[in-house]
């Protein structure tokens, strides 16, 4: 069974750097979702994609982050000039068409020093 | 911004006995889940009650729904060790995009 992936688990980065991560969602989902959890909250919504089409976007995605769904399969998301601020776990989820369950990946931990 | 608060935001208990965690939400909802998160799983969907149903049962889980109070219950019976985490409600507000709103969690611990 594969599940939701996502790559890397742990990324430490300098302020001001750019990083990438990567999720990999269940191969027949058509929706993917990408969350971020600080500690002691709850995920915050971040961005949705349907196939390859972003839908929508929170104000919490600065103009410093970009996500992208080439050809509907896998997702990436960038955050430009990195701040002490984005570190956070960063959770990538998927669903069916017309389901409401979200399966969610193990997570992104972003620390930026 | 999180939609809900859970209640209460700690709990611990001794294996066996129940555990009762509630969730209130702000605006309409077309759904509501509970999840379940702990270090070894990630985050890992439970149940989820439609806006017109009030009780849903699955296994050790009761989940109860009050639209008229925008509040719902969680309800694990007969609690064990593994069942230690941090459990969250999660609105769907409608809308084509399912998206959902996070409330902050319960963390619950059972003690062997």
């Known amino acids: 069974d594969t599940g939701v992936s996502q790559n890397p688990r742990h990324k430490i980065t300098k302020r001001g750097q750019n990083v990438t991560f990567r999720c990999d969602p269940i191969s027949e989902h058509n929706r993917l979702y990408w969350y971020r959890q600080t500690l002691g909250q709850g995920p915050e919504f971040l961005t949705y994609f349907q196939n390859e089409a972003q839908l929508e976007k929170s104000r919490l995605l600065s103009d410093r982050f970009s996500a992208e769904r080439p050809k509907g399969s896998f997702s990436t998301l960038e955050i430009q000039r990195t701040e002490q601020g984005d570190s956070a776990m960063y959770l990538c989820a998927s669903s069916g068409l017309a389901a409401y369950e979200q399966y969610f990946g193990p997570g992104t931990r972003l620390t930026v020093t | 911004s999180q939609q809900g608060e859970e209640d209460p935001q700690a709990l611990s208990i001794q294996e066996g006995e129940n555990a009762t965690m509630n969730c209130s939400y702000k605006t309409s909802i077309n759904n509501l889940q509970w999840y379940r998160q702990n270090s070894g799983r990630g985050l890992v969907h439970l149940i989820l009650?439609?806006?017109?149903?009030r009780e849903k049962h699955s296994g050790r889980l009761r989940v109860t729904l009050d639209t008229s109070k925008k509040s719902s219950s969680l309800l694990i019976t007969a609690s064990r060790a593994a069942d230690t985490a941090s459990y969250f409600c999660a609105t769907d507000a409608g809308g084509s995009n399912y998206k959902l709103t996070f409330g902050k969690g319960t963390l619950l611990t059972v003690n062997p």
């Open positions: 009650i439609r806006s017109n149903e």
